[in-house]
């Protein structure tokens, strides 16, 4: 089984601010451990006293505004965040990165969070019910190159021949 973690980064209401991003990393569930002692080692060097206290999120290690990141200069705030992608980066080849970025002055008027949690809404209808009358409008959305849709993944290991657009698109020809 695979895992999924996401976050986002930007605020759909912050006027300064032209874009929100949503993004994630799937890795292989027996390989989460590795990833956790990864960080562990380097929450290690920034608070050897309290480790676990340790969280690593980017802006505010970038911003550097409270503890533990406080009394960094730039240059160290940033190596903390390359040090943490870094982990991804040397992670199994079974990890994989993916993000939105969303401009939202294409969405001006709207804030384009409601668009994403509708897409995460009709896909979740899609699998989880097999209701597709919201997915059928949107499918054509998701990208695809050369007849491979690489904008929407089905995970699983239940059905070979599943018959959903993700996996039909990826099955080689018979």
């Known amino acids: 089984m695979y895992l999924l973690y996401l976050d986002d980064s930007g605020s759909a209401g912050n006027q300064d601010e032209e874009y929100l991003v949503l993004g994630g990393v799937s890795i292989y569930e027996a390989q989460a451990h590795w990833i956790t002692t990864e960080l562990d080692t380097l929450a290690q060097s920034i608070d050897a006293d309290d480790p676990h206290s340790v969280e690593f999120h980017a802006s505010e290690v970038f911003s550097r505004r409270r503890p533990p990141w406080q009394g960094m200069s730039r240059e160290e ?6 040090g943490v992608l870094k982990v991804l980066a040397d992670f199994y080849d079974t990890a994989r990165a993916f993000a939105v970025a969303i401009h ?10 409601q668009l994403a949690d509708h897409v995460a809404y009709a896909v979740f209808r899609r699998y989880d019910r097999g209701d597709t009358q919201y997915f059928d409008i949107i499918a054509h959305k998701f990208d695809k ?3 491979v849709v690489h904008g929407l993944v089905h995970k699983h ?3 070979a021949n599943c018959m959903c657009l993700a996996c039909q698109t990826r099955r080689a020809p018979a």
């Open 77 to 82: 705030a940033q190596g903390v965040i390359k």
């Open 145 to 147: 190159s050369d007849g």
């Open 104 to 113: 939202k002055g294409s969405f001006s008027g709207h804030d384009p969070m």
């Open 157 to 159: 290991n239940v059905n």
